[in-house]
């Protein structure tokens, strides 16, 4: 399981399927965006390991799913620390990151990590616009300013899928 193909082609096709409804496949939350944007990873192409034991790997079965994800925190933790299946590459900047990449959102800088998005495609200026859900979106601007969780305390992490 070291290594994978990800496909991010498939990823944003399927960001841009289930955007604004839920795939009937999967568990729906009604905070969802962390189970949106593992959904997305794993029609790109992502393995899912460590099943059944929930706080291990990155998995959904019909009835049980691990807490990564699920969970924006856990999820951030698992993209940092993977070094089998599910791998990504913490980068510095939105700029760095491509369409099928995942920015992670600390609402609060309190390193408790709240809220993940999926790059979608880019503007005519190379500016990341993101789909996620919760507060369903669609090419949204990455910064979320617009949002009424956003704080001047916001944190981004931006991680780069695959190996």
């Known amino acids: 399981m070291n290594g994978?193909?990800?496909?991010?082609?498939?990823a944003v096709l399927y960001a841009e399927k289930w955007w604004n409804s839920?795939?009937?496949?999967?568990?729906?939350?009604?905070?969802?965006c962390t189970n949106y944007i593992s959904?997305?990873?794993?029609?790109?192409?992502?393995?899912?390991?460590?099943?059944?034991?929930?706080?291990?790997?990155?998995w959904c079965k019909p009835n049980n799913w691990s807490f990564s994800w699920s969970v924006a925190h856990?999820?951030?933790?698992?993209?940092?620390?993977?070094?089998?299946?599910?791998?990504?590459?913490?980068?510095?900047?939105?700029?760095?990151?491509?369409?099928?990449?995942?920015?992670?959102?600390?609402?609060?800088?309190?390193?408790?990590w709240d809220h993940t998005t999926i790059v979608v495609r880019k503007d005519a200026s190379g500016v990341p616009l993101v789909n996620a859900h919760t507060d369903n979106s669609r090419h949204?601007?990455?910064?979320?300013?617009?949002?009424a969780a956003w704080t001047p305390q916001t944190k981004y992490a931006f991680f780069t899928i695959g190996e």
């Open 74 to 112: 856990s999820f951030y933790w698992y993209l940092k620390t993977s070094t089998i299946g599910l791998q990504a590459t913490e980068v510095e900047s939105e700029k760095e990151l491509y369409v099928g990449d995942v920015i992670c959102y600390d609402f609060e800088g309190n390193n408790r």
């Open 4 to 10: 994978f193909m990800y496909d991010r082609q498939q």
């Open 22 to 32: 839920y795939n009937p496949a999967f568990p729906h939350f009604s905070v969802d």
């Open 140 to 147: 949204r601007y990455w910064m979320y300013m617009d949002s």
């Open 39 to 58: 959904q997305c990873l794993y029609a790109g192409g992502a393995p899912m390991r460590g099943e059944p034991v929930r706080e291990k790997g990155w």
